[in-house]
């Protein structure tokens, strides 16, 4: 259903959608994963984009949707106000300027051996906590 909406996304549909976001407190961007790769078809360039007006309401999971995993912004989409990395904070967020949480108690052992990690040390019981600005590091 929703990609048959999408694919229909017409002018009606932007106007729609920005009174949506705007009227919104919060837009959780969740639209594509970590391992997004090529370039963006339609219609989520127009999705994207309308996320500029709203960028301070916008919470994006693990990397914004549209970014590279491992370069960033490259396609100079919007910048959300807050990111939450799960297992692990993203490379492509190193130059991130927003709020940055990190959450996700659940990193495979496999994946820890393979790359010799070590989880992060959450404060008391939280599930996620806010990771200091770069400028602060």
Known sequence: ????????FSQDKAKVLESLLNDSDLVLDALFGYSFKGPLRDP???????FRHVENKI????????????????????NPGANISLMLPKLGLKDYKGRHFFGGRFMPLSIKKKFQLEEAEYPEDAIFYELPQPEKL
């Open 1 to 8: 259903f929703l990609h048959e909406s999408f694919s229909k």
């Open 59 to 78: 919470l994006s999971v693990d990397i914004p949707s549209g970014w590279d995993v491992d370069k960033g912004n490259v396609l100079k989409l919007f």
């Open 44 to 50: 989520y360039p127009e999705i994207l984009e309308s």
